[in-house]
């Protein structure tokens, strides 16, 4: 039986393995690949689709159970939350939320 | 190992941690991930082990005798067949047909006429024609890299017979250097690649070591002959054009026989031959190295000619002036010359190879060019004499026509081993290794065989082959009947 907890164990292994780690295989994230672009730019549904990719069981959930929350800088009236060079991305499964790094 | 086999073991081992395993099936990456790192690992492994694995005399693996294959320089390239075609013109009307126009047999392969020719009204012309097609593509050197390469395409059940390469914008034609031997520095040429026996690379040179390095956008075009290889000519009838320009050409009929049958004259110029078969490959493997197409000692004159013409040849034997002396005997006419014997597959192909021989040979070292002497070949059925006990539970005629069919697949006419000269006759110990190792009756403790042969020299010119005659088995049910053995 597979738990929640299990689930959210998978994507913090994904979330803490840059790619190339495990010889032969494309397994992990390259979320430093992000800090060199735009704030904008970031792509969540890339993030989501390539953990899809690595973590089979995740293309079973639906929508409203696997989600990606980004907070940017500045809220949509270009007021400041927080640090405007920072993007908080949470990843919530189940409702669990998972932060990674901002 | 492979991965599935792997894959196997993982999930059998895995079957006493029912919660692993529940999650390794579901692709859980946090079991996963290292458990197919490590098999990833081992696979890689195990094929490192398996290549590693030491052949020190015989060369036995298909990759090794590719390998070494590839190292000769040996490509799979096949030669056309070349036959005459009787041209009928039942028209009122004198018809042109200029060289290079397609016909197609009636089994839908593609043939070429070889040279132009009027067939005037009411009349049967005879001309040359090649089963081969040519397809023109022109490429563009993507980047400026010393030793380029240009992947050949390949076409659908079709070899490459040969290809010609014209640098586009000087029209100057690129000449082709083997493993670009011989080459100076900055001189156009190309060589020719291959790294799985399938496909074919042009490969250009580097401007500092050797030959010219092809330069980013330069255009070249690559004209390439596909053929068919070996066909059967009994079954060639008629054929048709494969497109019609006028008129007058619907009342043409293509024969590949004369249509009056006047006369039995065989149209086969040139029987058409495959790339070399992986058995043929380890016949080749087994010869040293050579070079380039530059033979030098006798034994390279004779993996010259096994490289080209062993897929055309039923036996094929090559010997110089020292052999043939000390076989027949000492003349002055010897001197300087090469003898050579051969069997065509084909007979009506005789002729031609003869003639091709000759031309390679000369092409090989200049100093036999027109001192190829061909000998008559006689043929000579080997005796050999296979005695033995069989364990009482074994029917005796059927482990004796077993045996038959084995030794005639590997050592009858037509065999590759049969194909060369046996000087000593064949190697009874290879022949019994052959015998043990495909009849199962010989496996047990009681059952026993020898093979006896001839031990006289062979001349060069006699074909050593056996025949159903040749073959004498003396088997006899084994005297140890009673004792209860199973094998000790």
Redesign the interface.
């Given at each position: 039986m597979i738990t929640t907890d299990d689930v959210v164990a998978m994507v913090s292994h994904w979330l803490s393995t840059p790619k190339n780690a495990y010889f032969g295989q494309n397994y992990g994230q390259d979320l430093k690949r992000e800090l060199l672009k735009n704030t904008n730019d970031f792509n969540a549904d890339r993030l989501i689709a390539e953990m899809k990719k690595d973590i089979p069981i995740l293309a079973t959930l639906s929508d409203n159970q696997l989600g990606i929350v980004v907070q940017h800088g500045v809220d949509e009236h270009g007021v400041a939350v927080g640090s405007f060079e920072r993007v908080r991305v949470v990843i919530q499964v189940f409702g669990v939320p998972i932060p990674i790094s901002e | 190992m492979t991965k599935d086999e792997l894959n196997q073991i993982i999930s059998a081992s895995l079957s006493h941690y029912p919660?692993v395993a529940?999650?390794w099936h579901?692709?859980?990456?946090?079991v996963g991930?290292?458990l197919?790192?490590m098999r990833?690992?081992l696979v890689?492994v195990s094929d490192d082990v398996a290549q590693s694995v030491l052949e020190p005399f015989v060369k036995s693996k298909p990759k090794t005798i590719m390998a070494d294959a590839i190292n000769k320089g040996i490509l799979p390239i096949a030669s056309p067949c070349q036959h005459f075609v009787w041209i009928k013109n039942t028209g009122n009307f004198a018809v042109n047909l200029s060289a290079g126009r397609a016909l197609q047999d009636n089994l839908g392969r593609q043939w070429r006429l070889l040279s132009s020719v009027n067939i005037p009204p009411q009349t049967t012309q005879k001309i040359l024609c090649e089963q081969s097609f040519l397809v023109s593509n022109e490429f563009v050197v993507g980047v400026s890299l010393p030793f380029y390469e240009h992947a050949i395409q390949t076409e659908n059940d079709s070899h490459i017979a040969m290809l010609t390469l014209v640098q586009s914008h000087t029209g100057q034609l690129v000449r082709y250097a083997p493993k670009l031997m011989n080459v100076g520095k900055g001189e156009l040429c190309f060589s020719l690649s291959s790294t799985d026996f399938k496909t074919l690379n042009l490969v250009f040179g580097d401007d500092d070591r050797v030959g010219r390095m092809a330069q980013a956008g330069e255009r070249y075009r690559l004209d390439v002959v596909y053929c068919d290889g070996f066909i059967d000519t009994n079954e060639l009838k008629q054929a048709v054009l494969s497109e019609l320009y006028d008129e007058p050409e619907r009342s043409l009929s293509f024969y590949f026989f004369e249509p009056s049958r006047e006369s039995a004259e065989s149209g086969l110029v040139r029987q058409g031959a495959n790339p070399p078969t992986l058995s043929h490959l380890r016949l080749l493997a087994s010869y040293p190295m050579a070079y380039d197409d530059n033979a030098v000692f006798l034994g390279n004159f004779d993996m010259l000619l096994r490289k080209h013409f062993g897929e055309r040849a039923n036996y094929l034997a090559v010997w110089n002036e020292a052999v043939h002396e000390r076989h027949y005997g000492a003349s002055l006419d010897n001197i300087n010359h090469l003898n050579v014997c051969v069997v065509a597959k084909t007979p009506a192909d005789q002729a031609s190879l003869e003639k091709q021989i000759a031309e390679r040979i000369g092409l090989a070292d200049n100093l036999f060019l027109g001192r190829v002497r061909f000998m008559t070949v006689s043929p000579k059925p080997y005796p050999i004499i296979i005695q033995g006990n069989l364990s009482g539970i074994h029917d005796l005629d059927e482990i004796k026509s077993k045996i038959t069919g084995l030794l005639l697949t590997h050592y009858g006419k037509g065999s590759l081993i049969a194909s060369r000269a046996n000087p000593d006759g064949f190697n009874r110990q290879e022949m019994a290794r052959l015998i043990y190792d495909n009849v199962p009756a010989f496996s047990d403790r009681i059952s026993d065989f020898v093979v006896i042969g001839g031990n006289d020299r062979q001349k060069p010119h006699e074909w050593v082959y056996l025949d159903p005659a040749s073959i004498s088995i003396e088997l006899n049910r084994s005297a140890d009947g009673g004792t209860a053995m199973w094998g000790l």
């Open positions: - | 919660t529940n999650r579901n692709g859980d990456p946090t991930a290292m197919s790192a990833d690992m890689a």
